[in-house]
């Protein structure tokens, strides 16, 4: 006897942000964003790169080694900008409890570890060409180092306690109180003796020729792209994920008739398990 199939439509999901609908749409218009963003990215690194190894001069004093300064200073303030992201992405979703609040910060604040490991490790080299050393317990690099041990507590926690309200609003406190830390080690060179220099950009009249200047700026712009680009796609993944996390829901908990299984039984192990390796491909 043929094997009796259920061939109801499958039910649209739904999330807390909206209709299937109106994630599709918005998914649209992200990756058409991510298309245009990753164009800029390409265009704005290559850009960065010109900029800092052949059109700005070479500096006197430290030599071709102070070209990492670009990648430095640029990887630096980008790192603030994507914190504050998820700092005020977290406010809006304990004001709020809107799911989009709760993806965006922790979009952000992935990209943000990123960029500030690019921003270590480009001190790091930078600091053993000039100062001789990979690292000293500088006021600035210790408490640069503390962000990024904030934020990745942040990321640990999101990763291994579970995706439930309790972990979002927990992440979220943390959010909000690392961006404390900047301002920390904006003003670390002013409070405390320090092997960095005083800020030279800030000034009335920068320190640096306008060359440097500009390809200073063209380095801010280049990961500011950067940062939007990979903070979108990581924002799609995350919008990606809630909506295979309530399919697999669904499908969990629809009628089997087909086995004959009372309405609302889970489906059957074998059943399950193709299930899960589906969503997990």
């Known amino acids: 006897m043929a094997e009796r199939v259920d061939t109801r439509a499958f039910p649209a999901p739904t999330t807390r942000a909206g209709g299937s609908r109106g994630e599709a749409l918005s998914g649209d218009r992200l990756d058409r964003a991510a298309q245009i963003l990753g164009g800029a990215t390409a265009l704005g690194v290559l850009a960065m790169l010109y900029m800092a190894l052949i059109y700005a001069p070479t500096e006197l004093t430290q030599g071709p080694a102070q070209r990492i300064f670009y990648i430095h200073i640029g990887s630096a303030i980008i790192t603030y900008v994507a914190y504050a992201v998820t700092c005020v992405a977290s406010i809006g979703y304990l004001w709020r409890r809107a799911e989009a609040w709760d993806m965006l910060a922790r979009a952000s604040a992935e990209v943000g570890l990123l960029l500030n490991t690019i921003l270590l490790l480009s001190g790091a080299i930078w600091g053993k060409a000039i100062w001789g050393t990979w690292w000293s317990w500088d006021a600035r690099l210790t408490s640069t180092l503390i962000l990024w041990f904030i934020y990745a507590g942040y990321l640990m926690l999101r990763s ?50 306008p060359e440097m200047l500009q390809a200073m700026f063209v380095a801010l712009l280049a990961f500011l792209i950067l940062y939007a680009f990979l903070t979108v796609q990581r924002f799609r993944v995350e919008q990606l994920s809630a909506i295979i996390g309530q399919l697999r ?30 969503t997990e491909d």
């Open 249 to 278: 829901q669904d499908v969990l908990f629809l009628d089997d008739e087909s086995v004959g299984a009372a309405p609302g039984a889970p489906l059957s192990v074998e059943r399950q398990s193709a299930l899960n390796a589906a």
């Open 160 to 209: 291994y306690g579970g995706n439930t309200p309790q972990i979002a609003r927990s992440a979220a406190v943390i959010g909000i109180i690392g961006v404390i830390d900047i301002p920390i080690i904006n003003q670390s060179v002013r409070w405390w003796r320090t092997l960095h220099p005083a800020p030279i950009v800030e000034r009335a009249n920068p320190a640096l020729p």
